[in-house]
């Protein structure tokens, strides 16, 4: 992470704490502090696209950690979807009405 105030690429994330952090935390913001200047700063979270904020090699990080978490979202989904497709096709065996067996109509 690039410093805002200092231009070094000695940035990290730094703990939350206050009421302050917690404000910042609904708009998606995350603390960071400088290494060099020791300056705390705050960068958006989805913040991949600033080219003033991170470095090439970061973005590109982002990125594959983005679409890997998406990746495995997708299958968490169809996984889900097959379970409660499979417990409502249980629940409706289970609940149809049956007719007993020598009662036909012919």
């Known amino acids: ?3 805002p ?5 000695h ?3 730094s703990h939350r704490s206050g009421a302050v952090d917690r404000l910042y935390r ?10 060099t200047c020791k300056r705390r700063f705050y960068s958006f979270r989805g913040g991949e696209q ?3 904020m991170r470095t090439h090699e970061e973005r590109k990080i982002m990125q594959l950690r983005r679409r890997l978490k998406w ?3 997708k299958r968490e989904l169809i996984v889900y979807g097959f379970a409660a497709l499979l417990v409502a096709l249980v629940i409706y065996f289970i609940t ?3 007719t007993p067996q020598g009662l036909s109509g012919s």
């Open 1 to 3: 992470m690039t410093c």
């Open 5 to 9: 105030h200092c231009s070094e690429h």
């Open 11 to 13: 940035a990290h994330r």
């Open 26 to 35: 609904l708009f998606q913001m995350i603390p960071y502090r400088c290494r």
């Open 50 to 52: 600033s080219t003033r």
């Open 71 to 73: 990746k495995r979202t």
């Open 96 to 98: 149809r009405p049956t």
